[in-house]
């Protein structure tokens, strides 16, 4: 049995009740048992001082890349797991285009139980839309759904097939998960590197056009109508997607959508030097793009904040821009840039902002936690949003080091994180 | 010359783009290829000036043109050079690019010239080791020694660039040479224009203050010299234009075009030319081209180059590189 831990004092956030105020909380039983004020715990419970801290749900985050199985040396589940806790998350959704894809109930069963053999933030698999991701033939939904997968996407390959689209838009409605997809006409992106725009242009790189991803996302909001299914819209990236969204959502269509943190913060100008570290897919795009993300994310066009946490080898990302692989990591960094990008400057509260990481993620997927309601699972984070700090890869719980913020000065990190009513991560050691 | 190296300036650890040059910088070079262009008059084509220097040309991709040009200027200039193609080499054998500079920095070297299909790969390189990097062309990025010697060409024509209204007709897109004649051009006081279909145009080019043409008539009409890009023959089967037929009808440069402007005008090629698609074999052989002056000059510009970095040369571990 876990020994009870009472959370003193801090600043409590929950948004899964619009609740702000000083409380203490007390977990007990891996459950939230009490919040309030002057709670006494029994003897022999931890307490934890949160005076001028906040308290709140974990965070949750529906798009990382745990690299295992295949990739471990780049990362595991079990150090994503653990990056996860020291950026604040209690729960990743990892997605399925590890070797070999996360096609099958037993490769899904495999992430499950490295994850519990970790012990750090929950990991729930997303499993493949097709078998072997190549776009062709329905993975076997059900039993991917029944083995613990909780929505399925081929994130990295976009479903280009239409039908299959709507097939699996339809096929998972029958199991009561989402679609996610990875937004982009291969034929229009057709092996780009970066945004195709002016510094496309004067660094000589070939171009993806913001419409190789509206495109899609256009048509996958067609099909949402046509299906009744709920499609997810992984890492929005520009204006004319965040447009298209907030038409589909004022129809009543179950469309919901994530921004990642490099896409609310940096824009192109970041590839400048042929910087390898901010290449991604989808790429940085323009100011204006930029923008609009952060206000979807205001006005709840874009529902959530996902991270495409996507770890890489520095020598993958030591070479020629065009062979560099895509994407950043993101766990670690994603609340300190959330609050120094979008609390700062007035975009978001902190509650909206926790809603948007927390509360907000866990409905949308249907996953446990986001609450501090009691009896809901006592995954709980101390958070410092006021802490003052400059990211350092070197000290990431990560295996890998591609960021493109190292050296930069964020506000907001995590204290202390807390899964199923255990510490598993505590930046002071304890 | 004497003067301006004196008063300070000078090209920095490398040249890896027009872009990164100030008009004084490019002045430099070209005011430094006059007297160049004499050595190669002489019966005994020689200075000592890089006697000791050792220069690797690093080709990660077919040239003719550039590559000899450059080896002259070497030899020329008295360097030790040493020449390596991407095949039967290491590189062929998966080296990565950033193994390829280390061992090459480990063998003392003092210069490289490179040439690669990935854009940014000179300023990789340079980044990376100390040695001066030479850009002979990185992907659809900058060749800025054809640049270089383009600038110099006109100059030896018109007495002077600025002032001077260039157009650059055709796959601006995928061109290196377009990038860094826009830089090279525009920093030393011309007007460029550019000519040819859209689905050849880099997105958002107005922005490098280029006025866009889509008639060549017109382009031809309001230049004092057309600098014509190769329309590389994959351009049609990856479906960027229809067809290299076509091509020529609407957007090639021919003697009854050149005539119906009735007016004299300068016509440069940076080669291979496809003669019968964006230039005419009677425009390329007659009296408005300048593209065989274009070569020569070559060899006189890309020995001022790589005079001028190896004079610079102490100053690397201040610069601490170029980025």
Redesign the interface.
């Known amino acids: 049995m876990t020994r009870p831990i009472l959370i003193r004092g801090g600043r409590v956030i929950d948004p899964s009740r619009k609740g702000d105020g000083v409380a203490d909380v007390y977990l007990q039983e891996g459950r939230v048992a009490a919040v309030g004020t002057n709670i006494t715990g029994e003897d022999g419970a931890r307490v934890i001082d949160a005076a001028g801290k906040v308290v709140a749900p974990g965070l949750i985050d529906l798009h990382v890349h745990l690299r295992e199985p295949g990739q471990e040396d780049l990362e595991t589940v079990a150090t994503g797991a653990m990056a996860a806790a020291a950026g604040g998350f209690t729960a990743v959704c990892a997605m399925p285009n590890t070797d070999p894809v996360l096609d099958n109930q037993g490769a899904i069963g495999f992430v499950i139980s490295q994850a519990q053999k970790a012990g750090k933030a929950r990991v729930y698999p997303i499993g493949t839309i097709s078998l072997g991701q190549k776009g062709e033939k329905l993975a076997e939904m059900g039993e991917l759904v029944g083995a613990g997968a909780v929505a399925v996407s081929d994130d990295g390959k976009p479903v280009m097939s239409s039908h299959l689209m709507r097939t699996a838009l339809e096929y998972a409605k029958t199991f009561g998960i989402p679609v996610a997809d990875h937004c982009e006409d291969m034929g229009l992106a057709h092996g780009g590197a970066m945004h195709e725009g002016i510094v496309a242009t004067r660094l000589g790189l070939k171009g993806i056009p913001a419409a190789a991803e509206e495109i899609m996302v256009a048509r996958d909001i067609i099909l949402a109508e046509l299906t009744g299914g709920h499609v997810h819209l992984c890492h929005m990236s520009t204006r004319g997607s965040v447009s298209l969204i907030r038409r589909a959502k004022e129809m009543g269509l179950r469309v919901t959508a994530e921004a990642t943190p490099h896409h609310f913060t940096l824009t192109h100008a970041a590839c400048e030097g042929y910087n390898t570290n901010a290449k991604m897919n989808p790429p940085l795009r323009e100011d204006l793009d930029r923008e609009a993300i952060r206000q979807g994310l205001k006005d709840g066009t874009i529902d959530v904040i996902a991270t495409d946490h996507a770890p890489h080898h520095y020598d993958a990302k030591e070479r020629e821009f065009d062979d560099a692989p895509n994407g950043i990591l993101g766990l670690e960094t994603a609340f300190g840039l959330a609050v120094t990008e979008l609390v700062e400057p007035g975009v978001l509260s902190l509650p909206e902002l926790l809603f948007r990481m927390s509360t907000h993620p866990a409905r949308i997927f249907n996953l446990p936690g986001g609450t501090l309601a009691v009896g809901a699972p006592a995954d709980v984070v101390v958070l410092d949003p006021a802490a003052r700090w400059s990211v350092d890869p070197s000290t990431f719980y990560s295996k890998s080091r591609n960021t493109p913020f190292g050296g930069r000065m964020l506000t907001g990190r995590c204290d202390l994180t807390i899964v199923r009513g255990r510490v598993v991560y505590d930046r002071a050691g304890g | 010359m004497g003067v301006l190296l004196s008063a300070g300036l000078s090209l920095g650890k490398d040249l890896l783009g027009l ?1 990164y040059l100030s008009a004084e910088q490019i002045r430099l070079i070209l005011d430094t290829a006059e007297p160049f262009k004499e050595v190669s008059e002489r019966p005994i084509k020689k200075t000592p000036a890089l006697r000791g220097k050792t220069i690797v040309n690093l080709f990660f991709e077919a040239s003719t043109r550039t590559r000899i040009s450059f080896e002259f200027a070497e030899k020329r200039l008295s360097a030790d050079t040493v020449n390596v193609a991407s095949t039967g080499s290491s590189v062929s054998k998966g080296e ?3 193994d390829t500079a280390r061992n090459l920095e480990a063998m003392r070297i003092d210069m490289v010239v490179i040439r ?1 299909p ?4 000179a ?2 390189l340079a980044q990376r080791i100390r040695s001066n990097v030479v850009n002979a062309g ?5 060749h800025p020694t054809q640049g270089l010697l383009d600038l110099l060409t006109l100059r030896d024509r018109f007495g002077k660039v600025e002032g001077l209204k260039v157009a650059i007709c055709g796959d601006v897109l995928h061109s ?1 040479v377009a ?1 860094s004649s826009i830089w090279g051009l525009r920093k030393l006081g011309a007007e460029v224009g550019v000519c040819g279909p859209f689905s050849l145009m ?4 107005g ?2 203050g280029v006025r866009e043409f889509t008639r060549i008539e017109d382009a031809i009409a309001w230049a004092d010299a057309l600098n014509v890009l190769r329309l590389q023959l994959e351009r049609m089967t990856s479906g960027f234009i229809p067809s290299l037929r076509e091509y020529n009808r609407v957007f090639g440069i021919t003697s009854e075009r050149l005539a119906r402007a009735g007016k004299d005008i300068v016509v440069m090629h940076p080669g291979p030319m496809n003669r019968g698609v964006e230039i005419d074999s009677d425009v390329a052989d007659g009296p408005f081209s300048v593209i065989l002056p274009q070569v020569t000059n070559g060899v006189a510009v890309r020995m001022a180059v790589l005079y001028l970095l190896a004079g610079g040369m102490p100053d690397w571990q201040q610069q601490g590189g170029v ?1």
Do not use: A
């Open positions: 872009e990565t690019l950033v690669h990935s854009s940014g790969s300023d990789f990185d992907g659809t990025h900058e290196r990038r880099p997105r958002d080019i922005e490098l980025e």
